[in-house]
Every structure is written in structure tokens, then in C-alpha cells.
């Protein structure tokens, strides 16, 4: 990958002596080989911080809300995932297509450095996998939308995306209840799913209102499912299935699976639809625009 | 000296769980941390690893914690109950780093004015089973933090023979009343204790509290705090990170008020009823963490917050690393 | 005036456990304006607790929440909270009747430093609900007008409506020994021939003589950001300037880490600063 990396530094540099951005979000090499950390250049001089390796985990579109309220122009490096997250970030007009050029990266797979980190650190027993778990059935490895773009076009993954929706489903109703309260029972409520979430980007989340407060924060089982419910079924048909929320878990929740379970639903029922896909009016995502022919069985 | 075998350690933990809350280090799934033993765990032991995820400040400063219930009906209302969650604890296997964290703790919550009768009553009664350090990993700087890895202060202090076999050093009374109640268990044998390895990772602290104390200010915070994302995980997995929201849960006329875990990297975290919130930008929270671990706590308590267990660089999904941070207030070269 | 060593024990704060309230009714509730409201407490056996002037207390309507106040006033039956309608909380106050019981705990807070402003003359410089906690330092210093100079107190509000304690401000106050009252309101009104501007242009047309005052300040952050600078033009110097600080509460007893400003726990070591302790704090507030 460090073709990749000379590219990347290469686009940086001149992106930011031509002014043509004012900044640049990319990720650069930490202590250990298997970080590799976001970063944000903004001199031309600094750009051989940047990296693109097997490491570049993270979504840098997360963190674009930071910069809603200014008006500079960004350059971000987006894999596939990141460049559907942007998509909805503009859907939601977090962010106008105009402040962005986007740098796609047509992406591998990743490993996720928190497992390496674990390993190493002795935390962990389980040897960290090849290819981080939020990566193994990609459909879109290469950007959705970019200015231009760096690396080879990779192929979708295997689909093997709602195995675990379908093992599920196929569970009595006692049974799925004892799995999920099994699960959310571990919640925390550090919230870190929420902030990773590219998706998540409301001023006021729900979860901080007082008045009323919709969700209490004790961590008994009834309100880490309201959490955990609410937080999905906000996101429904807005997921674009970059992971992040399940890799932020310190608790090893399996959030990508209620996620899977509503891309699923919202596919089946109101699409064919996957979020993040298309700046175009129609791919606004189905739940949040009314069509006459919107399906209506279920009312 | 005594020895704790591997294969009786159920057993001796069953036994000490007779008489008292006894915590250990367990994973279930990927979740690990320190949680309450019984015969038929939710569950298994985790005693090959550095240390667990989540720290063991849930022993006495439980994520959700009942502090008292009450009935409000019209205009009446009045408190029913104080909730005390006391009796005998004892934490076996706690590691240096979090054992300095736990004092930490007590520096928060029984001095300065205010004993704190909740943690109080979780706290007084614990007998702490710890495990020297011998393997620590890269993220692991607890002896430039003052730790003593090797020589816990504990009730028994235990020592890793490898197989998860534990040589086994009573300190204290408390910890030879323990040793007398696994008598049947515990094996008197010669042991050589193990070499430690070399603490790699290293961080110089002298004068950093000083430093920061004139370092508010500094544009270095923006691009520290550039890729954070407010997440929380690192106070979340902190062994001495103790902020907590009082709340309270109502049904019907019955209710209580509560305490839980919360952060300083949220937003509502300093939000005034009025509108007005001192830390309103991300930055700002950031800073607040770091000056809080590095400077502030030193100025109050004259102790280190930071224990350099090394979770929230592990941790983070963004990538913050502590030491980084550290090392790079430390380069700042301030004005005269 | 705060310290870091607080030797005293819960016993000496009347509560054998500071985080739970002891149960009040209330007695008497008067308008002071459209969002502010004055709640007058007491138990059968009394007052609560003890409270020096600039004291906080956490008052609570149970099933709601709990949030901290000034103590507008310890009399000695009942104490006085002047309370403004802004969240939650306070709106669920401005709800109930005479007769209701609520929670109270404290007294929190290191307080207004009453003895070492003896002898001094005393200058009050307030903006809206930041009447309420300087009232108690001000009735204060009248229970004992012999220890005090002279007395000046300047307040402004938004709107003649938003003035607190108008019966106090306009009869009372003006009638006591050495006394000074003067009153300003934001924009021009109607039926009002009284001062027009802000507190700080006001402050800087009297111009008060430093010496031997003391200034006490408290309002909204940018009100008090402002009169400190012009004191600080006006030749007061930094012990000569005290204010109140507020931040988010929770616990009141310093060790649920919100209140921070720097080490310092405003709940605890705190609210009462003085220019020169505030100068060596993080500018966070």
C-alpha cells in the first residue's frame, strides 16, 4: 500500500500550495505499527505525516460535523464506507458538496489496530483477524462519490451480510428475548456508538434532552434496550454500514446486527434501498420523504 | 511460600464466596472486567491475561447505584429508604495500576470535607487480592506514574508461576485471616518467583502539572484534540476516571434518585439550565480531561490521576494515545 | 476565604449522609417577577440547617430532580429561595402550591467572606436573578449595619418586570442608615423615570471610590466579565472584587467532578471568589 501512501502525500501537497483546500483529513503512523491515527495537515510542508495503509480503519467522514459551522474547504480521504457516509452527511446538509473534495481510496478490506492493540498489549488472547470483522462482506469498497481517487477498484465481498440477521429471525420470540437482553445487558451506556456514528449527527441528540428525558441512564436492562432500540431504529434506513458503532463497543455488543436487521427491513419494504449511495433527490433515504406508493401493509 | 494451585482456584473463590462479594477478573464474550463470582459465573475467569477492559472501579463505584428511594403523592413526599450497599467485598487478582487508581478514589470520595457514605459503605469492607505485574504489554507506563507493579499494597499479594499457578503472600492481618479460611487449599511449596520483564514504555512527569498550569491557553489543544470524538470509552475503561450524574426514576408515586458513570467528553456534561455552557466546543472537553489528569488533580490531592494502565490508549477507537499527548505538551516551548 | 483542607465532618454539615435531603414544606411563595419566584421553607422543628450569607442549597421536588440555589435569605423560621424559571426543574417549581414538601440539603459553599468585610464600605453591584444570592450578604450587612461603611447598592434588569425584590429595592433598602440604591433598566419604558443602560455604563457614570470598598459582584457571565474590567479601570484592586461563580451542580459536595474550574470545585470551594483567586483560575466560565 505505499504506492498508496507517495499518491495520497502527493494530492495532499498540492491541494494545500494551490489553496485549494484548507485542509486536509487523513491518517498518520502513531507508536506502534498498527496505528494508524487520523490526522488533520494543513501545511503543505507537514504532508509526509500522511499514510494509507492497512490500518486506515476509521471513518473520517465521522468527524466532518466538527467543521458544520465554518466554511472552509476540507479534503478527506474516503474508502467506501466513508464515501457513503459523506453522502448522508450532505443528505442531511451537515456539510454542502461544495466545502469538500473528496480523495476516494478504493479499499481492501482494513484491520482494525484496537484488535492488534488488544494482542499486544496482552489484553487479549485472541489473535487479532486479517480483516477487521466490519469489512469482511463490504459490498461497497469503492467510493461512492470522489474527486478523484487512489488505488486499484476493488471487488464487492462476499455477501454473507444478513447471515446473522437471518439466524435470528429464525429464533423463537423467547429466544430472541434472552439473546438481546443477554446482550444489553453488557450496555454500558458510554454512548461511544452514538458518537462514532457517522449517521448520529443531530445538535441535540435524543438522549440528552431533559425535557422530557426519553431514555433514563441507569443500565438496568429496560433502558438499555430503549437506548439501544431508539438508537437503531433512528438510524434506520440512514445506516450505511461502515461498522464503526460495533468497533467503538468496549463491551463487544454485536450492534451491527440490529443495524443489518433494519438495512434489511427498509430494503425489503420500502426499496430496493441502500443508504448512502447517490447525491440524487430519489436516494434521499425512504424514511425520510413520503411517496404515495409508500408501502402501507403493516398500518 | 504458600502456593494457590490453578486447579483450585474455583474452589478457593467459592469458598471466600461464602462469606463476602467476592470480584475477579471474567470475560464473557468480548467483555471483560471484574465481576462478582458465584459457583455458576456469567462467565469464565480471566486470569491469563495483563488485565481486563473495563476496570474494577465498578466494585465500589457501581456504573448505576441506588442512593435512596422515595414516595411523592400530591403534595406530600418524603424518602423511604437510604440505600447502603455494605458487607464484606474482596477484589482477587487486582492489578498495581488499578489498586493505585482505587486510592485515588478514596482521595475523591472520603476526604475534603465530605465522606461520601455510598461509597463508603462498599468500600470499607474490602480486602484487596492483588497480582504482581511480572509481562507488561506496550501500553503499559504505570511505573512512570509512581506505581509499585512488583509490591501492590494489598491484603495478599499474589505472584504469577506460570500455568495460573499463584504464589501466595499474605500482608496484612486481613490477608492472613483470608489465607486461614483457604487452608486446605493453598500448598506450601519452594518457589522462584519469575523475572520481571522490562517496563518498555516510559514517560517523564517531572514538572508537567507546573507546565500545564501556564498552558490553558495553548493552540497545542486544537490539533490534540483534532480526532477525538468525544466517545467517552476512555472514562468509561478508566480505573480512576470517577465523575458521576445523579438522576432519578419514577413510577407511579414511587421513585428513587440514582447515581451513574458519566463523562467529561459529553456536551451536557456542563450544560446550565439556562443556555449557557462553559465547554460548548469539543476542544474545550478535551482539554478539560487532560488538565484534569495531568494538572489538576496533582494540584488538589497531590497524587497522580492518571495510573498508566494504559486502557484508554488501547481503547480508543480514534486513536488518542495519552503518551502522545504527554509528549507533545511537553515539547511546547512556552514564552518566557 | 476558601480553603482546601475542610477539616469538618458531616456531623458539623446536620446530615449524616450529605447526598440524601431532608424534607421541607413550604410555607409561603411570592412573585417577584413573571419567571422569578421566592420559596419560603421550614420544617416542624425549624430551619434545616444554618446558612451564611452566600451559601448554596440543593433543593429538590423529588420525582423531578434536584438543582442547586442561593440561599436567598436564612431568617429565623424559614429560608428564602429565589428561584427563575429557565429548565426543567424549575418550571416543575414554579408549579406548586403552599403546603408542598421538597427536599433540601446543604448548606454548600464557602459563602460571602462577612467578617473580613467589616469595617469596609460596601459596594453591590447586581444583574437580574444575581440579586438573589447578593440580597442575603446585603440583609446581612443590615441585621448588621454597625460592622459595615457605606452601603451602595447598584441593579439592573432587562425590563422593569424582571426586578427582583421591588418592595425591598425601591421602600426598604433606600430608608436604611448610609444606604444608596440605584436602579437601571436595559431600554427605555413606560412608566418608568428611573435610569436606562446597562450595569456596567451604569457603573462607570457613578464612579465609585475605591478605597476602603469592597466590591461584590453577581449577574450573568458578561455582566460580570464587564464591571470587573471597569473596576479594574477605576483603581479597585483584585481583593477589593468579589463574585459568585454558578456552574452545573450535581452532588454539592465536590466530588462528582462537574463544577470544576481548574482544582477548584465551585460547590465546594467555591461560589465566592475574589478577583485575585479568580485570575489565577482557568478562564472557563
Redesign the interface.
Known amino acids: 500500500m505505499s504506492d498508496n501512501t507517495a499518491k495520497a502525500r502527493e494530492i495532499a501537497k498540492k491541494l494545500l500550495q494551490e489553496g485549494t483546500v484548507a485542509m486536509v483529513l487523513g491518517w498518520e503512523k ?3 505499527p498498527y ?6 495537515i494543513r501545511d503543505a510542508a507537514d504532508v509526509d505525516r500522511l499514510v494509507l495503509d492497512e490500518y486506515c480503519i ?1 471513518d473520517r467522514a ?2 466532518l460535523p ?1 467543521y458544520r459551522d465554518r466554511s472552509e474547504k476540507i479534503a478527506i480521504f474516503a474508502k467506501g464506507c466513508d464515501s457513503r457516509g459523506i453522502v448522508r452527511l450532505i443528505q442531511d446538509r451537515v456539510m454542502p458538496r461544495e466545502r469538500l473534495y473528496i480523495i476516494g481510496i478504493n479499499c481492501p478490506g482494513m484491520k482494525d ?2 484488535e492488534y ?2 494482542a ?6 485472541a489473535k487479532p483477524a486479517e480483516k477487521a470483522a466490519k469489512c469482511l462482506s463490504c459490498q461497497y469498497p469503492n467510493p461512492v462519490i470522489y474527486d478523484e481517487i487512489v488505488g486499484e477498484t476493488q471487488q464487492p465481498r462476499d455477501d454473507k451480510r444478513f447471515a446473522e440477521v437471518d439466524k435470528i429471525e429464525s429464533m423463537s420470540a423467547d429466544e430472541r428475548y434472552e439473546f438481546f437482553i443477554k446482550e444489553f445487558s ?1 450496555c ?5 456508538c452514538r ?2 456514528c457517522v449517521a448520529c449527527n443531530c445538535r441535540t441528540c435524543i438522549f ?1 434532552e ?2 422530557p ?1 426519553w431514555v ?5 436492562p429496560v433502558n438499555n434496550m430503549l437506548y439501544q432500540i431508539v438508537r437503531s431504529m433512528h438510524v434506520a434506513g440512514r445506516c450505511v454500514e461502515c461498522g ?1 458503532c460495533e ?2 463497543c ?3 455488543i454485536p450492534l451491527m446486527l440490529f443495524n443489518r436487521k433494519l438495512i434489511k427491513d427498509v430494503d425489503q419494504l420500502f426499496g430496493p434501498y441502500q443508504a448512502g449511495l447517490s447525491l440524487e433527490d430519489d436516494a434521499l433515504p425512504p424514511l425520510s420523504r413520503y411517496r404515495v406508493d409508500d408501502p402501507d401493509e403493516f398500518m | 511460600m504458600k502456593v494457590l494451585p490453578s486447579d483450585k482456584i474455583r474452589e478457593a473463590l467459592n469458598i471466600l464466596a461464602g462469606e463476602a462479594k467476592v470480584y475477579a477478573p471474567m470475560v464473557q464474550g468480548d467483555a471483560s472486567g471484574y465481576f462478582q463470582w458465584s459457583d455458576n459465573p456469567v462467565g469464565e475467569l480471566l486470569l491469563d491475561t495483563l488485565n481486563t477492559y473495563m476496570s474494577p472501579k465498578n466494585i465500589v463505584m457501581p456504573q448505576t447505584e441506588d442512593m435512596y428511594k422515595f414516595v411523592a403523592q400530591g403534595k406530600d413526599a418524603q424518602v423511604t429508604e437510604v440505600v447502603y450497599a455494605g458487607g464484606p467485598r474482596i477484589i482477587f487478582g487486582i492489578r498495581s495500576c488499578d489498586l493505585q487508581a482505587l486510592h485515588d478514589l478514596d482521595l475523591v470520595f472520603l476526604t475534603k470535607g465530605y465522606e461520601d457514605e455510598f461509597y463508603k459503605a462498599r468500600r470499607q469492607d474490602l480486602a484487596v487480592i492483588a497480582r504482581a505485574c511480572y509481562q507488561p504489554g506496550p501500553a503499559c507506563f504505570c511505573e512512570s506514574m509512581g506505581v509499585d507493579r512488583l509490591n501492590p499494597q494489598a491484603d495478599v499479594v499474589m505472584h504469577d508461576l506460570g500455568q495460573q499457578d499463584f504464589a501466595w503472600e499474605p500482608k496484612t492481618p486481613k490477608g492472613e485471616e483470608i489465607t486461614a479460611k483457604l487452608q486446605g487449599i493453598l500448598v506450601e511449596k519452594d518457589v522462584t518467583l519469575p523475572q520481571a520483564a522490562e517496563m518498555k514504555t516510559k514517560v517523564d512527569i517531572t514538572g508537567l502539572s507546573e507546565k500545564l498550569a501556564g498552558m490553558f491557553e495553548d493552540p497545542a489543544w486544537d490539533e490534540l484534540a483534532s480526532r477525538c470524538m468525544n466517545c467517552g470509552v476512555c472514562t468509561y475503561v478508566c480505573p480512576s476516571c470517577y465523575c458521576f450524574d445523579i438522576q432519578v426514576t419514577t413510577r407511579g408515586d414511587a421513585g428513587g434518585r440514582f447515581r451513574c458513570w458519566d463523562s467529561c467528553m459529553y456536551k451536557e456534561y456542563t450544560q446550565m439550565a439556562g443556555g449557557h455552557n462553559p465547554r460548548e466546543f469539543k476542544k474545550e472537553r478535551f482539554r478539560q480531561r487532560f488538565l484534569h489528569k495531568l494538572q489538576y488533580f496533582n494540584e488538589r490531592y497531590n497524587a497522580n490521576l492518571c495510573i498508566g494502565c494504559g486502557r484508554c490508549v488501547i481503547m480508543c477507537p480514534n486513536s488518542v494515545n495519552i503518551l502522545e499527548v504527554i509528549t507533545k505538551l511537553k515539547e511546547v516551548r512556552l514564552d518566557a | 476565604m476558601h480553603d482546601h483542607n475542610h477539616e469538618c465532618t458531616c456531623e458539623d454539615h446536620g446530615h449524616s449522609n450529605p447526598l440524601v435531603p431532608t424534607m421541607v414544606k413550604v410555607v409561603k411563595i411570592t412573585d417577584e417577577t413573571p419567571d422569578v419566584k421566592t420559596f419560603y421553607v421550614t420544617t416542624e422543628d425549624g430551619i434545616p440547617f444554618k446558612v451564611m450569607p452566600g451559601q448554596l442549597a440543593m433543593v429538590s421536588q423529588l420525582p423531578v430532580g434536584e438543582g442547586m440555589f442561593s440561599v436567598s435569605w436564612q431568617a429565623e423560621d424559614h429560608l428564602q429561595f429565589a428561584i427563575k424559571r429557565v429548565g426543567l426543574l424549575t418550571e416543575a417549581l414554579h408549579e406548586i402550591e403552599v403546603g408542598q414538601t421538597l427536599g433540601v440539603r446543604g448548606p454548600y459553599g464557602n459563602g460571602f467572606p462577612v467578617d473580613e468585610c467589616k469595617g469596609k464600605d460596601m459596594l453591590f453591584i447586581g444583574g437580574g436573578i444575581g440579586l438573589a444570592p447578593l440580597r442575603s450578604f446585603i440583609k446581612y450587612c443590615f441585621k448588621h449595619r454597625e460592622d459595615y461603611g457605606k452601603i451602595t447598592i447598584l441593579y439592573g434588569s432587562r425590563t422593569s418586570a424582571d426586578l427582583c425584590f421591588k418592595d425591598e429595592l425601591f421602600d426598604k433598602w433606600p430608608k436604611e442608615k448610609d444606604t444608596q440604591v440605584y436602579v437601571t433598566i436595559d431600554n427605555p419604558e413606560e412608566g418608568w423615570d428611573g435610569h436606562v443602560g446597562f450595569v456596567p455604563a451604569y457603573l462607570e457614570e457613578l464612579k465609585p471610590n475605591p478605597e476602603g470598598t469592597i466590591a461584590v459582584i453577581c449577574g450573568p457571565p458578561i455582566m460580570i466579565k464587564f464591571c470587573l474590567q471597569s473596576l479594574e479601570k477605576m483603581g479597585f484592586n483584585d481583593e477589593q472584587v468579589i463574585t459568585t461563580l454558578e456552574m452545573r451542580m450535581k452532588c454539592g459536595i465536590g466530588k462528582c467532578g462537574r463544577c470544576n474550574i481548574g482544582h477548584e470545585y465551585i460547590c465546594l470551594d467555591g461560589p465566592v471568589f475574589n478577583l485575585a483567586q479568580l485570575k489565577q483560575l482557568p478562564p472557563e466560565w
Open positions: 502513531g507508536d506502534e496505528v494508524s491515527a487520523p490526522t488533520v476509521h465521522a468527524l466538527d489496530p484496537n492493540f488488544r499486544a498489549s496482552g489484553m487479549s488472547k453488557k454500558i451506556r458510554c454512548y461511544a458518537n462514532a440528552d431533559t425535557k428525558q433514563g441512564r441507569s443500565t438496568d464503526e468497533r467503538a468496549p463491551v463487544g
